[in-house]
């Protein structure tokens, strides 16, 4: 468990466990077994567990184990049959 912020200006964050606190970085995994309490911010972000709080990106990919409950802004957003996703969705389309 990890309570505080991560940030990493390049590269890529795969979270694994749970997290309280927000994440940035240029691509963000949050795998089946992790989960995030907090602000998203990424180019992109898969979404395979449970994240709460707000979500901003470019991409968002949510695989059909995730379970979200998040304001999301983002411009494509793709989500598999399964997923749960409850909260206020803009996506604003590539430009």
Do not use: P, W, Y
């Not at 907090?38 to 901003?56: N, P, Y």
């Amino acid at each position: 468990m990890i309570e505080g912020n991560i940030r990493s200006s390049e590269g890529s964050v795969d979270i694994k466990g749970r997290v309280f606190g927000d994440v940035t970085a240029e691509m963000i995994t949050v795998q089946l077994s992790g989960s995030v309490d907090g602000a998203m911010s990424a180019t992109k972000i898969a979404v395979e567990g449970s994240h709460t709080g707000s979500l901003k990106c470019d991409d968002l990919k949510l695989a059909s184990t995730s379970q979200v409950q998040a304001d999301v802004v983002a411009k494509v957003m793709a989500t598999e049959s399964g997923a749960k996703v409850k909260g206020k969705i803009d996506i604003t389309g590539r430009q």
